[in-house]
């Protein structure tokens, strides 16, 4: 929304479920996925490394369930917030510890009113599908709590 980018070209999944070079059961890749978040991964980060080492494109296609859900079944799922959201008030932690250093950094401060701006409206969206509880209202402190 706030970047100077037009439209949504760029690449896309392929339409076709299949990737027969796959060598892994739907067991297997439940067992890596559980594996690295228990090395402290996130959800994204999984799917990469799923991508990029064992040549996985997709844990959907063949666990019928996502990542995040798979981490949930196994107990395994560490952040009290979507990932998104918990992603984007970190990044405002950090950008306030650097506004405190450098009060005259304009382009950060606006920044930093961006992400929030963009927290509220996520924040606004999880509350409406029963994610986050009714009453929960984004601060910074808190944030700072939660992020570190």
Do not use: C
């Amino acid at each position: 929304m706030h970047a100077r980018k037009k439209g949504k070209s760029g690449s896309k999944r392929p339409l076709e479920r299949i990737a027969p070079w796959v060598r892994y059961k739907p067991r297997e890749i439940e067992e890596i996925v559980v594996k690295l978040a228990k090395q402290g991964k996130q959800s994204a980060e999984i799917g990469l490394i799923l991508r990029d080492q064992y040549g996985i494109p997709s844990v959907k296609m063949f666990t019928k369930k996502s990542i995040t859900q798979i981490m949930k079944e196994h107990g395994v799922f560490n952040t009290p917030y979507p990932e998104d959201i918990f992603n984007l008030m970190r990044r405002a932690v950090n950008l306030a510890a650097h506004l405190e250093k450098y009060r005259k950094d304009y382009a950060s401060k606006r920044g930093l009113e961006l992400i929030e701006s963009k927290i509220r409206r996520l924040a606004k969206y999880y509350k409406r599908k029963g994610v986050l509880p009714k009453d929960w209202k984004y601060d910074l402190e808190k944030a700072k709590l939660v992020a570190k």
